[in-house]
């Protein structure tokens, strides 16, 4: 089980840190993600961490979103600075069994409930 957490409401050029809690099974050296989905709009890859944590970002958030793994590699991170209003949109995170880091949401076996972010201009 995966849980998002940390999303609400912020302006333009603020701050926001999300939270992914596991539980029910270990994540410690598999590949996690954030994804993110926008009204209207299909889901697109945020940010990664590998198994050997590893990270990657979409060129979008590049600069701007750092994903971190917590201390007991369970839990995963994502601080997003420099909010836009086209960061708007529902994050969830996600895992998968392998530790190799991929950007397409179908090779996730493992997804959380989602947060809303909103970011207002």
């Known amino acids: 089980q995966l849980q998002a957490s940390g999303g609400g409401w912020v302006q333009a050029g603020e701050s926001l840190r999300l939270s992914c809690a596991a539980s029910?099974?270990?994540?410690?050296?598999?590949?996690m993600g954030w994804f993110r989905q926008a009204p209207g709009k299909e889901r697109e890859f945020v940010a990664g961490?590998?198994?050997?944590?590893?990270?990657y970002y979409a060129d979008s958030v590049k600069g701007r979103f750092t994903a971190s793994r917590g201390n007991a590699r369970n839990t995963m991170d994502l601080q997003m600075n420099s909010l836009k209003p086209e960061d708007t949109a529902v994050y969830s995170c996600?895992?998968?069994?392998?530790?190799?880091?991929?950007?397409?949401?179908?090779?996730?076996?493992?997804w959380g409930r989602g947060t809303l972010v909103t970011v207002s201009s």
């Open positions: 996600a895992a998968r069994s392998t530790g190799f880091g991929s950007m397409i949401a179908r090779t996730y076996e493992y």
């Open positions: 961490i590998t198994g050997r944590s590893t990270r």
């Open positions: 029910g099974r270990t994540f410690s050296s598999a590949n």
